[in-house]
């Protein structure tokens, strides 16, 4: 007998021999007692009854758990045993199921590419802003646009990348001081130069884009803005800065343009012959290096609510084509196992222990595995309701699904994909390749000196590498995408079997 039942009993015994007591008392009284003797056994009874149906519930099942907004199996939560002594967790999964349902459904149909009057109709203002042709004789895509407003005005004044960035707020402080002499006049009217950026580095986080950006910055036919991470073609031009702080505002075209002007002044120096005269300037270039801009699209969902759980129909490169159908794009991935790991380590408020990061992955997997056994591999990856569910960014290191649309839109030869692990064993060879991908010299000072670079911290190298049994997880999981990944771009490097 058990203990409960013991104690139970002993209860009742004893709440039993009180009431017999009672029973002498005369015959009214006896007749009174005996109904509430056996109100109260009845109670007792039905209580025990429900408190050990509770009890061979949470033997059988755990405690109960909120619903998930997929249908998930059983999760095994390891309690005393070491996380990596648990084969199990890894079997659990079916790992070899789930990257056979991977493989099968990577053979889907390219996505169809929206029309561009359906792009343009989406964002008048910008189609607006922007001419569908833009200078002879200028590398970058710039333009002269009229300019009606008083040039005794500050023109940066309601610029809102001022408000968080106080590096570009000092830089418009300084171009709005000689405003005026940078103005192009022609028939009675003014005009100001705009440049868009000539290439995009989009992608992928935490796989080396913040040192590449800072030694392109060191080359003298590059003339960047101050800053690096704009995050506008997919966040800031629908008013979303983080998603989770709700509507923030639309950053307008003209406050992203603004962030190329200090490029513009350059380059309009070479036009107009208003200083030097040399034409070189019309050579110069610039970009923006936005980490976000190859995958992120949850703004969709989020202007969208009605059709949230609908793939989006305009992707971020959809309207980079569309005003800028040369542009060159960069993209440097890294192995996706080690950059989930570096992308865990970043966001400190989470990185506890590389148990933590294992049980995380885990969760991951099995959210991403519901998924993908219900309905599309490339509903699954662009879903903002299953990224959001996911206590780490699995979705990040599925590079092919990505790749694949944006080759959808622009010709192969206009991206260019590199590695990480090839630009830290030789980052002179990488950036040469990426001098002569943007059709500029071979610096010297972008290859030699060592810019600000973007290194994992201190408390984050004390966690140690994360356990055999996670990285094993991951690779079995992130093998069809590689693989896949490779045949498209046919460099058996993308497999990263030598990591």
Wanted: charged fraction near 20%; aromatic fraction near 10%; charge should be neutral.
């Amino acid at each position: 007998m058990s203990v409960c039942q013991t104690l139970s009993m002993g209860a009742v015994s004893k709440r039993t021999a009180s009431m017999a007591s009672v029973v002498h008392q005369g015959p009214s009284a006896t007749a009174l007692t005996k109904v509430k003797v056996v109100s109260f056994l009845l109670g007792l009874t039905l209580t025990f009854l429900i408190m050990a149906s509770y009890i061979l519930t949470w033997d059988r099942k755990g405690l109960p758990l909120p619903p998930s907004p997929f249908q998930l199996r059983p999760v095994v939560v390891p309690t005393s045993t070491a996380v990596s002594e648990l084969p199990s967790e890894k079997n659990e999964i079916d790992i070899r199921l789930l990257a056979e349902i991977i493989e099968s459904k990577l053979e889907y149909m390219p996505r169809k590419v929206p029309d561009e009057r359906e792009v343009i109709a989406s964002d008048s203002q910008l189609f607006s802003a922007i001419p569908r042709r833009f200078l002879p004789n200028v590398k970058s895509p710039c333009w002269l646009e009229e300019f009606s407003g008083e040039v005794n005005v500050d023109p940066y004044r309601r610029n809102r990348f001022t408000l968080r960035s106080k590096s570009f707020k000092t830089v418009c402080d300084s171009l709005k001081t000689n405003f005026q002499g940078h103005l192009y006049h022609r028939e009675g009217k003014q005009y100001r130069l705009r440049c868009l950026p000539y290439f995009y580095i989009i992608g992928q986080p935490k796989c080396g884009t913040t040192d590449v950006f800072h030694r392109l910055q060191l080359h003298p036919e590059v003339k960047f803005n101050t800053m690096k991470e704009p995050h506008w073609w997919t966040r800031k031009r629908f008013g979303y800065i983080r998603f989770k702080d709700g509507f923030q505002g639309r950053f307008p075209v003209e406050d992203y343009l603004d962030l190329f002007d200090l490029a513009a002044y350059r380059i309009e120096e070479g036009l107009v012959g208003n200083s030097s005269g040399d034409h070189s300037k019309l050579q110069l270039i610039t970009g923006e290096g936005s980490a976000s801009t190859m995958w992120d699209n949850q703004a969709w969902s989020y202007l969208h609510v009605e059709e949230q759980e609908i793939e989006p129909s305009l992707l971020a490169q959809d309207f980079i084509h569309a005003v800028q159908p040369d542009a060159k794009i960069i993209v440097i991935l890294r192995d996706p196992v080690e950059r989930l790991y570096s992308d865990y380590l970043y966001f400190k408020m989470t990185n506890t222990s590389v148990e933590d990061f294992h049980l995380k992955v885990i969760e991951s997997i099995r959210l991403f595995q519901s998924c993908v056994s219900e309905s599309s591999l490339h509903f699954c990856v662009y879903s903002t309701t299953l990224s959001n569910s996911m206590p780490v960014r699995l979705s990040l290191g599925m590079y092919i699904v990505f790749l694949l649309d944006w080759l959808a839109v622009f010709h192969r030869e206009q991206i260019l994909v590199l590695r990480l692990e090839d630009y830290a064993t030789n980052h002179r060879l990488t950036m040469k390749t990426v001098f002569d991908f943007l059709g500029v010299g071979h610096a010297e000072a972008a290859l030699t000196k060592t810019p600000i670079s973007n290194t994992r911290r201190a408390a984050d190298r004390s966690l140690g590498p994360m356990l055999p049994a996670t990285r094993d997880l991951l690779r079995d999981f992130h093998q069809p995408f590689n693989l896949k990944l490779a045949s498209v771009l046919g460099n058996g490097d993308f497999l990263w079997t030598d990591t």
